[in-house]
């Protein structure tokens, strides 16, 4: 599957995200794609309906990630997931991104979350990683 779309409107102004494989696309559906995309484009611009890239987003997250896993709150989120067995939020972050309906830099709000047994995994890399410093 070269493109996929999902639409997001539990909190909020809805939004999509969508993933894009171009190298995917056959020869034969790349002209009739573009066209397609553009116009979805165009009117999301013209509605006000934010279009976000998947990879894009993951970039966006993966580079806070190691200062939001450190933090204090994400010891309270992974003790008390560790607890209850369920997942629990961490904190929202607010993220800058392309929106490619506007084709205007703006922000998102993505809650991050830490399911039960993250606490374990972390003490155990940190374990690895000291383990790797003395030899």
């Known amino acids: 599957m070269f493109f996929k779309i999902k639409r997001k409107d539990e909190w909020g102004k809805p939004y999509y995200i969508f993933e894009l494989n171009e190298e995917l696309i056959p020869e034969k559906e790349k002209q009739p794609f573009n066209k397609a995309w553009n116009i979805m484009k165009s009117i999301s611009g ?65 809650g991050v979350s830490v399911p039960a047994g993250v606490s374990n995994m972390m003490s155990a890399r940190a374990e690895d990683r000291n383990e790797n410093e003395r030899t």
């Open 46 to 110: 013209k509605t006000g309906i934010k279009i976000f890239d998947s990879a894009e987003i993951m970039d966006a997250v993966q580079a806070k990630m190691k200062e939001i896993m450190e933090s204090e709150d994400a010891a309270r989120a992974m003790a008390k997931a560790d607890e209850t067995g369920e997942l629990t939020l961490v904190r929202d972050i607010k993220i800058s991104l392309f929106d490619h309906g506007t084709g205007r830099v703006t922000g998102l709000t993505l």
